[in-house]
């Protein structure tokens, strides 16, 4: 135990103020940390300094010390020693400064992200477009600025902690006593709580608002895919930054179109004469009007494809465009009437099929890539 007057140890008089007594400490701190100062009686007077701000800083035991001295605070177990095990400098201003500057990153809570659900047509996506969604989140309260204290005032000192931030709690055991350091859950060790709440938000400082936003459909988007929009999630904690908004998207499934990445599926009926002897035929085209034009020669095989340039979808991010695939679909009739199944007998007789050989281009195997021995 010290027996120098714990002010003078600080570089003060009796009458200085809490503010007085932690910028003291703080210059005196940083100046015998044992990591910066190699001087042999700098450990001593940073356990001295650091004993003294524990007491003067804590309302409580500085009110017996100033009316009882040294006597009244000989029971608190606390003694230089305590302070033997401190860490780096950022530890000691952790410890014995939280919710100031060191810890701004606990204080200034982030606000969390949120996800809104977006269906698209899939012409939304051909060619780009512009939505309106509406969606729910925690803003920042204006009437309290954010700070939950009424009209944005200051916040009060934490009764549980004497806006230390810290509890301690001083254990008796065989060898001696420890001292217990532990986060003061009345605050979550920031020393300040809201005292006064604001009237508008309850005191947490945001408030649940609905809002509309206008969002863009880049071109060539695809389900599953989201569009990120910075700080338009919910607010942050007393000033802390907000957290994203996402938009999840969900293309519609289209009735004539499927899509495999940027290329579109159009899957085409053909009768067997028109497999047969050809046709020409308007095969529609997302987002046009107009049908395109194509013939088709005679011939046609179940399953083939004919493939129409940039006439797909979008490449996100680029000006190029896949493809329209149209799949030939030959229909069989399962049904026929006596007159249909004698007409085509008919035909039959002089249509002549090769079973023997097969050309490699319409082998139905071939197409599957089977390998045989
Ligand atoms: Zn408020
Ligand atoms: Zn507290």
Excluded: W
Aim: aromatic share 6%; glycine share 10%; proline share 3%.
């Amino acid at each position: 135990m010290t027996n120098k007057e714990l002010y003078s140890i600080l570089d003060l008089t009796r009458d200085a103020s809490p503010e007085d007594i932690k910028k003291s400490f703080r210059r005196l701190a940083m100046q015998y940390h044992p990591d910066k100062n190699k001087e042999d009686d700098a450990e001593e007077k940073f356990k001295e300094v650091s004993f003294a701000y524990n007491v003067l800083s804590d309302p409580e035991k500085k009110a017996r010390y100033d009316s009882f001295g040294m006597e009244g605070i000989a029971n608190e177990g606390a003694n230089y020693s305590d302070f033997s095990n401190f860490g780096g400098l950022g530890d000691i201003f952790d410890a014995f400064f939280q919710g100031t500057a060191s810890s701004q990153k606990q204080t200034n809570l982030r606000g969390t992200d949120i996800a809104v659900e977006l269906q698209v047509s899939l012409e939304e996506v051909h060619e780009g477009a512009n939505k309106t969604i509406h969606f729910e989140h925690n803003i920042a309260c204006s009437k309290c600025k954010n700070t939950g204290q009424k009209n944005g005032a200051q916040l009060g000192e934490c009764n549980e902690c004497n806006g230390t931030g810290e509890i301690r709690r001083v254990e008796r055991q065989l060898f001696g006593q420890f001292v217990n350091v532990m986060s003061c859950s009345m605050c979550t060790g920031q020393g300040k709580v809201v005292t006064d709440p604001c009237e508008d938000c309850s005191g947490f400082g945001i408030k649940l608002e609905e809002s509309t936003k206008d969002i863009d459909i880049p071109k060539g988007i695809r389900s599953g895919q989201k569009i990120r929009i910075s700080n338009q999630g919910n607010s942050g904690i007393r000033g802390g930054v907000p957290g994203d908004l996402y938009i999840h998207i969900t293309v519609i499934e289209h009735d004539i179109f499927k899509r495999i990445e940027d290329n579109l599926i159009y899957e085409m009926a053909i009768s067997v004469p028109d497999a047969i002897i050809g046709f020409e035929k308007g095969i529609p085209l997302i987002n046009e009007e107009k049908k395109h034009k194509m013939k088709f020669k005679p011939g046609i095989q179940h399953g083939q494809l004919f493939r129409i340039k940039k006439k797909g979808m979008p490449r996100l991010n680029t000006n190029t465009l896949g493809e329209l695939i149209v799949v030939a679909n030959i229909i069989i009739p399962k049904k026929i009437t006596n007159e249909q199944k004698k007409l085509i007998q008919e035909l039959g007789g002089t249509l002549t099929v090769d079973s023997k050989k097969i050309p490699d281009e319409l082998s139905v195997l071939n197409k599957f890539g089977v390998d045989f021995e």
